[in-house]
């Protein structure tokens, strides 16, 4: 039922950009958290943006600060990551994912309960 849908990723030069989108379906999100967190090989999958779906409030991992931004749009029910300023330690594969609630700015794997697919992103030197 409920389906997230993310996209966008590529391979990019340091310094670069690029825009991911997340495409969500199967029930109404308001009350909802969206967010995107980021997994490199033998890494452990770490939380990058978040989002609160009804009001647009926003949050970052203090190391994308700056330099990636989190937004959605309603009517298409998809939420966005602009990606500006790449550097090579943002290489990644990087999910979109929805948590019950819009408080606590959770930014924890264990408070998401869905998950897209993931889509990788590669930035080279």
């Known amino acids: 039922q409920v389906q997230l849908v993310d996209s966008g990723g590529g391979l990019v030069q340091a310094g670069g950009s690029l825009r991911l989108s997340c495409a969500a379906s199967?029930?109404?999100?308001?009350?909802?958290?969206m967010g995107w967190f980021r997994q490199a090989p033998g890494k452990e999958r770490e939380f990058v943006a978040g989002?609160?779906?009804?009001?647009?409030?926003?949050w970052y991992a203090d190391s994308v600060k700056g330099r990636f931004t989190i937004s959605k749009d309603n009517g298409k029910n998809t939420v966005y990551l602009q990606m500006n300023s790449l550097k090579p330690e943002d290489t990644a594969v990087y999910y979109c994912a929805t948590a019950r609630g819009d408080y606590g700015f959770m930014s924890k794997r264990h408070e998401y309960d869905y998950w897209g697919q993931g889509t990788q992103v590669t930035v080279s030197s």
């Open positions: 989002i609160y779906w009804s009001t647009g409030l926003t």
């Open positions: 199967g029930r109404t999100f308001s009350g909802y958290t």
